[in-house]
């Protein structure tokens, strides 16, 4: 039998960010209060993240009757204080500034104003706070899921970004879940700590599989998944690989605050205690959130929210149709080199066929023949050759990179035709090679129209022809980073400046299609343009 919290949960784990999973009814919550009992004992700050509305009994004792922690409820039926959707930025400010620990009941939020109030929050906290915070994410997968929804992709980056960079800030994550299969796996995979409650779900087990996979010996393991479809109510496995290396069954102790997350019995009114929050100096966060709350008026200098959401939808309604003109051009380009192909004569065939040649000699080439990397005998180059130096020719007197040549010209380098017009050029000796870069040499010159090099182009005109090389959506992605300069943009600001949602495959694919012509730079979470291009 387990003495303590102390004993169940070590506080090496509690450092760390910490994942608690089990079914609805297996004793989840309540072994989450107790790690959060067990922070307030320490002194440490919390803040809850609580959409459903339980988490308001750390104010009363287990009684009822006489006072818990001097935790502030913002919110729901037991707030000390209204919780205005629209204050997450400023409620942010105050948790920084001050040390108080905050329980934020969201359960009377629609699913709209919940994200409203998360992603701001959040961004905030992540941007200013520098202190130890123990933040506290009860049904997790709601604001991380694994199959977002495009209004739910910037919660879902602002958690990650906590989770996964927040440390160093001072962050500890505590996530709660009842369905760690619909839990954003990049999320669940950075917790460093695990508890983990009855769960029959073989999906469940599955993403809990995953997190331990290569953290402890196999039979260590499936002794652990093999029991959590039967695990009694209040009981679980604790691991914290960095200090425990075996994951340990304890049953979890009693909580000493007021179980205001108990399911009534039938008949039985719903829990009530006594919260009064005499005690406790709200008067910066009254003002704070009665601030917030105050919703400007709409004026022609200032449009409301809905005008600006109607503005970003036509915004991004005229993407895609950019984008789908895009592609009827292509193909409507295509199908008039097909009609020129057909229109074309094609010569009769002989009648009588000409006598089969003599083969020849092993290892020799035909008559008039020459290896296909070689240009021909007579010192020329053909059009497909030819024109890929003229490409290159185009960025003199810049070097550019392979990637770059070839995401100019529109050619794959890892086709073999690549390969082969590349190595034709090199035997004819119309290249220069330095490092990484390619030019084009006086030989080179010679063949190209007007026989010189061409007039360096304008910065414009360099913008131009990537524009027209990369295309459609990969462009406007370009543009937004040319304005960003070297300030640069996050993805999710570049998903905002072109109008993108930044979960989609199109996103995905075209920051990829700048990513493969090297002309990207990226660190952590920020992307620029390469400085050449900034300061074409």
Do not use: C
């Amino acid at each position: 039998m387990v003495a303590s919290v102390a004993d169940a949960i070590p506080e090496g784990a509690l450092e760390s960010s910490l994942a608690i999973v089990g079914r609805s009814g297996s004793g989840k919550s309540y072994a989450a209060r107790g790690a959060a009992e067990r922070l307030l004992d320490l002194g440490r700050q919390l803040v809850v993240l609580d959409p459903t509305g339980v988490w308001w009994g750390l104010r009363a004792a287990a009684d009822g009757k006489k006072r818990g922690f001097s935790v502030v409820i913002l919110g729901g039926d037991h707030g000390d204080l209204p919780l205005p959707h629209t204050a997450g930025d400023a409620l942010a400010r105050q948790v920084v500034q001050g040390s108080l620990s905050l329980v934020l009941d969201t359960s009377g939020f629609t699913m709209g104003q919940r994200r409203v109030f998360y992603a701001a929050f959040l961004e905030r906290l992540y941007a200013d706070n520098r202190q130890v915070l123990h933040l506290v994410v009860d049904e997790a997968d709601e604001l991380a899921p694994q199959n977002p929804q495009p209004d739910q992709t910037v919660v879902l980056h602002r958690l990650d970004q906590i989770v996964r960079r927040g440390r160093v800030k001072g962050f500890r994550v505590m996530l709660i879940t009842q369905r760690p299969a619909v839990l954003n796996k990049n999320v669940l995979s950075q917790a460093g700590a695990l508890l983990a409650l009855k769960l029959p779900s073989p999906q469940d087990r599955k993403a809990i599989a995953g997190w331990i996979e290569g953290q402890a010996d196999r039979a260590e393991a499936k002794a652990l998944i093999d029991s959590l479809p039967s695990l009694p109510v209040g009981e679980g496995w604790v691991w914290w690989p960095e200090g425990d290396r075996a994951p340990r069954r304890v049953r979890f102790p009693r909580i000493r605050t007021f179980d205001s997350g108990r399911t009534p019995a039938p008949g039985e009114a719903a829990p009530a205690a006594r919260v009064s929050g005499a005690e406790l100096d709200l008067s910066g966060l009254r003002a704070a959130l009665q601030a917030a709350e105050e919703v400007p008026k709409p004026s022609p200098s200032r449009p409301d929210l809905t005008a600006a959401a109607a503005s970003r939808q036509v915004q991004d309604l005229e993407a895609r149709v950019r984008e789908l003109q895009a592609i009827v051009d292509w193909q409507e380009a295509t199908l008039d080199g097909l009609r020129r192909l057909l229109a074309q004569p094609v010569p009769a065939p002989a009648l009588i066929s000409p006598p089969a040649p003599a083969p020849a000699p092993r290892g020799a080439r035909k008559p008039g023949t020459h290896a296909p990397d070689a240009p021909p005998a007579d010192g020329s180059l053909r059009r497909p050759a030819l024109r890929l130096l003229e490409v290159l020719a185009s960025r003199h007197p810049a070097r550019i990179t392979e990637p770059q040549w070839a995401a100019l010209a529109g050619l794959r380098r890892s086709g073999g035709n690549w390969r082969n017009l590349v190595s034709q050029l090199r035997v004819a000796g119309v290249l220069t090679e330095e490092g990484r870069t390619f030019g084009v040499s006086s030989a080179g010159f010679a063949l190209l129209p007007g026989g010189g090099p061409p007039r360096p182009k304008a910065p414009t005109e360099i913008r131009a022809m990537w524009a027209r090389a990369l295309g459609g959506t990969a462009a406007r992605m370009m543009e937004a980073l040319l304005k960003a300069g070297a300030a640069g943009l996050t993805r999710l600001g570049l998903a905002e400046a072109t109008g993108i949602e930044i979960s989609g495959g199109n996103f995905r694919n075209n920051l990829s299609k700048l990513r493969t012509a090297e002309l990207l730079v990226e660190e952590a979470d920020s992307l620029w343009l390469v400085k050449e291009l900034r300061d074409a």
